[in-house]
C-alpha cells in the first residue's frame, strides 16, 4: 500500500509539472526545431523581447492585474454581505436566490457574453476596462458569496452581540470580531476571484474587443502565430502571480477549512 | 497604505482616455494640410491589423509609431487581430447600435471582401484622399490599385502594400518542387502527407483554392468581370471535385486542416508538410530571420501564375480620429516608409506607391535593398501574375469550399 | 421584520450585480435568437435561427463532439480526482510536494495548460521528438494524431489536467471536515478498505464529488479557447462555432450565434439541477 501511494505520489508529481517545461524551454530557445530535444541555439531573445516596451507584455501584466485586482475587490465589497444572509439566516425564498447566485457558475460565459455584448455597446462600455471588469464580476462574485457562506455558517454570531452589549459601536464590532473571524475565508474567497478573473478569455475577447489587451489574449496571438519562444516566456510571466499568491495565502487553503465544502445551515 | 496602491491601480484601469477628438470629417476635408496636422497633434490613432507576424507589427509599432509620436506627438495604438473580419464587425456592430461618432476603430489594415463589406454597409469614410499630400505619390491610373477586387476604390482607401501568392520548400530535403497546380496535384500524389492548406475562411488558404479554381476554369481570363452563375458552377464543381480527390494524399488524409496560415507555417518548419505558400513571399524571409524556417528555404512562383493583390488602409465612418488617422496615412504612403517596408530585415513587402515619383534620396535607397535568398523577388513573381477576381467570385468560393470540402 | 430588511440589504448588491449582467446578458441574448431587438430595429420575433440550427448536420456534430468531450473530461477527471484526493489525505514522503503542485495547478490558467499540452503532444511535440529520439518513429506522421483529431484527446488531456485538482482539492476539503470517524468504525468492525471504501466514505464524499463535477462537466462543455486551440478544424465544439458565427461579417448569422449561446446555456442549466439536487442530498451523513 505504502509502495502504490509513492509510486502514484511521483507520478502525479511529475504529470503535474509536465506540460510546463516546454514552455519553460522554449522561452530560452533561440532555434528550436524539429527533431531536436533541446534548442538547437539557445537564446535570451524571447525573455528580452517579452520584457522589453514593443512587446507590450508587461503594460498587458499591469492591466490583467488591474482587472484582477478591481474585480476582487468588488467581489469582496458586495459579496461579503451576501455571504452573510446566506450563511447566518434562514428565511422564505433562500433556495431561490441560492440559485440565482449560484447560476454564473455553472453557465458558461460565452452564452451570456454575446448577449451582453449588445447591452455593453449602446452603454457604450464595449471595448473599455470598465466594461470587461463588470463582465468579469459575473463568474466571479458567485464563489466570494459561495466562500464566505460556509465560512458565516461556521461563525457564531454571539460574540458580536456580546461585544455590542458592553457598548462597542458597530464599527468596531466589524473591526474587531467579525473581521478576525471571516478573514480567512475573504481571503480564499478573494484568491479564488483573482484567479478567475487572471484566467478568463471568452469574455475579455467578446467585451473587450481587441482593445483590452490582457496577457491570455496576447498569449493566444503569439501562440497561433507560432512564435512559441515568446510564448513560452510570456507563460512564465503569466503564472508568475498566481505562484505568488499561493505561497502568500497557502495556509489558508489547507486546514479544517470550512470554506470549500458549499452553503451550510 | 495597500488601500491607496489598490485604489490608485483601479483608478489607473477605469479612467477614460483623453484626446482630441476630431470626428468630424467634412470639416477636416475643409482645411488645409498644416491645419489638419495641427488638429491631430497630441492625439491617438487606434489602428487595427492582422497581428500574425511580429517584424510587421515591430514595423508598425516601432518605426511608424516612433515617428508618429517624435514628429507628430501622436499616439499609435496598434490593435492586432487574427482575422480583419473581426474589425469589420466592431465597425458594423458600432453602427448598428447607432455609434455615430465615437468608433474604436480609427484605421483598417484591409482589402477584397471586407472592403466590399464595409462600402456596401457605408461603413468606410471617403472622399478625403485628396487632402493627403503623398496622395501624389499613387499611380491611380492604374487598374490593379484603383480597383480592390474589382471594386473602385472611389477615395474610400489608400494603398498600403503589394503582395503576390508563392510557394516555399527546404532546399535541403525537397530538390524539385512542382512548379505549376496539375504539377502539384500529381505530386501531392505521389508524396502521401506532406501537403496540406488552411481551411476557408483563412485569407491564405482561400487564396490558394482560388489558383485550384483557375486552373479548373482554364484560366483567370475566363472569369473576369462580374459573377457570373453559371461559368462559377461550372468551375466550382470541377475545382470540388479535385480537392476531394485529393484529401486522402493530404496530411492527416484531409481529415483535419490547418486553422489559419501561420498553423501551416508551423507544421513546414517541423517538417510535419513539405511545402506552405503565403500571400506575401516576404513572410519567409522573415521567417528564416527569426529561426523559425532554416536557412535553406526558397520561395517560387507557379509557371501559370499566382495571383497578386494590393492592400490598403481605410478610416471608419465613424472613427473620432480622423486627422490622426489622416496623418498615419500620409506617413505610410511616404517615400521613406514605403523604402523601409521594403527592407528585408523591416518586413520585405512591395512599395504601393510610384519608384520613379519617390525622391531621389528615397529610390537610391531602394535599389540598393539586398533581397534575401529564401525571398523570391517581386520582379521574378510579377512576370506571371494573376488578377483577382470580383468579391462576389471570392465569397462564393470560399462558401462552395466550405459546404463542399471542409464538411 | 427588521431582521428581514438587514437581509434584503446584504443580498442586494449581489443580486443585483448578478440579475442586471447574467441574467440581463442571457435574457437580451435570448431575445436576439429571436431575431428581436427593437432597440435597433428588429420588430418581429422569429425562430429561424433555431430552425437552421436544428435542420443542421454541423450543429448535430459540434453538438454531439462537445457533449463527448464534457462526458469523457468529468468522468475520467472525478475518477483521478477522487482516487488523488485518497492518496493526499494520509501523510507520506513527498506529500508537502505533491499537495503544493495541486495547488499549484488551481492557479495556472487553463490556457497556460492548453500550450503546454500542445507542445508535449503534436506530431513534432516533446513526446514525437523522445520517440524520434530512441528511433521509435521516423517522421512527424509516424506519431499518433493526439492534437487537431477527431477525437480530441489533446482537449480531454487538458481538461483532465486542470479539473483533477480542482475537483481533488474540493473532495480533500471535504473529507476534511467529515473526519475520520465513520471509516474507522467501519474497519474495526471487520470491514475490508474495499468494502469501507465504498460503504461508508464514497456516499459521504459523493455530494460534494458530484457538485464539483457538475460544474466541471458544464465548464467543459461551454469553454471557447481550449478547443479553439486544439481542436480539428471541424467538427468543432458549441461554443467554437457560437463565437465564429457571432464574429461573422453576416449579420444573418448573428440570431444562430445566440441560439447556439442559448443551447449552451441550456445545457449547463440541467447541470446546475444535478449540482443542487447534490448539494441538498449534503445533509445526509
Known sequence: ?265 | MRTLTIAALLATTLAPIAHAETGDGAALIAMPWDKIVEQARGGTVNMFMWGGSDSINQYVSGYIGGILMADYGITLNRVGITDTVEAVNVVLGEKEAGVADKGAVDMIWINGENFRTMRQGDLVWCGYTDALPNNALINWENPAIANDFGVPVDGCEVPWSKAQFAFAYDSATLTNPPKSIPDLITWIKANPGQFTYPAAPDFNGAVFVRHVFYHAAGGAENLLGPFDQAKFDAAASKTWAILNDLEPYLWREGKTYPASITALDQLFANTEVALTFNYDASQFGLAVQNGSFPETVRSYGLTDGTIGNTNYTAIPFNSPNKAAAMVLQNLLLSGAAQVEKATPAAWGAAPAIEVDRMTAQDQARFATIEQLPSVVSMQDLGKAAMPELQADWISAIEQGWIANVGQ | MQDRLKIALLLAPALIVILVLFFGGLGVGLLRSFNYMPVIGLNDPNLDAYRSLLSSPEVYRSFGLTLYIATTSTVIATVLAVATALLLRRSFPGRAVASFLVQLNLTIPHLVGGIGILYLFSQSGSFARLAHEYAVIAKPADFPALIFDPYAIGVILTYVWKEVPFITVITLATLQALGDDHETIARTLGATWGQAFRHVLLPQIMPGVLAASAIVFAFTFGAYEIPALLGASHPQALPVIAYRSFTDADLAARPQALALAMLIALISGLMIVVYSRALRGKGRG
Open chain 1, 1 to 265: 500500500m505504502a509502495r502504490l501511494r509513492r509510486v502514484s505520489a511521483v507520478l502525479l508529481i511529475i504529470w503535474l509539472i509536465l506540460p510546463l517545461i516546454p514552455l519553460a524551454i522554449w522561452s530560452f530557445a533561440g532555434v528550436w526545431r524539429y527533431p531536436n530535444l533541446l534548442p538547437q541555439i539557445w537564446s535570451y531573445r524571447p525573455w528580452s523581447f517579452a520584457l522589453s516596451d514593443q512587446s507590450g507584455v508587461l503594460s498587458s501584466l499591469a492591466l490583467t492585474a488591474g482587472i484582477a485586482l478591481a474585480v476582487t475587490l468588488i467581489s469582496v465589497v458586495i459579496g461579503v454581505p451576501a455571504g452573510r444572509a446566506l450563511g447566518l439566516y434562514t428565511f422564505r425564498g433562500k433556495a431561490l436566490v441560492e440559485l440565482i447566485i449560484l447560476a454564473p457558475i455553472i453557465v458558461p460565459g460565452i452564452a451570456v457574453a454575446l448577449g451582453l455584448q449588445t447591452v455593453f455597446i449602446g452603454l457604450g462600455l464595449n471595448n473599455t476596462v470598465t466594461g470587461v471588469v463588470l463582465v468579469h464580476l459575473i463568474p466571479t462574485l458567485p464563489y466570494m458569496v459561495l466562500v464566505m457562506a460556509a465560512v458565516f455558517a461556521a461563525y457564531d454570531p454571539l460574540a458580536e452581540d456580546q461585544a455590542r452589549s458592553l457598548g462597542a459601536s458597530p464599527a468596531q464590532v466589524f473591526r474587531h470580531v467579525t473581521l478576525p473571524a471571516v478573514l480567512p475565508g475573504i481571503v480564499v474567497g478573494a484568491m479564488f476571484t483573482f484567479l478567475v478573473s487572471w484566467g478568463q478569455y471568452i469574455l475579455t475577447l467578446t467585451i473587450g474587443g481587441g482593445r483590452v489587451q490582457t496577457l491570455p489574449l496576447i498569449m493566444f496571438q503569439f501562440v497561433v502565430s507560432g512564435r512559441n519562444d515568446i510564448t513560452g516566456a510570456i507563460a512564465m510571466i503569466y503564472i508568475l502571480p498566481g505562484v505568488l499568491i499561493l505561497i502568500l495565502t497557502a495556509r489558508h487553503l489547507t486546514g479544517r477549512s470550512a470554506a470549500l465544502t458549499g452553503f451550510g445551515r
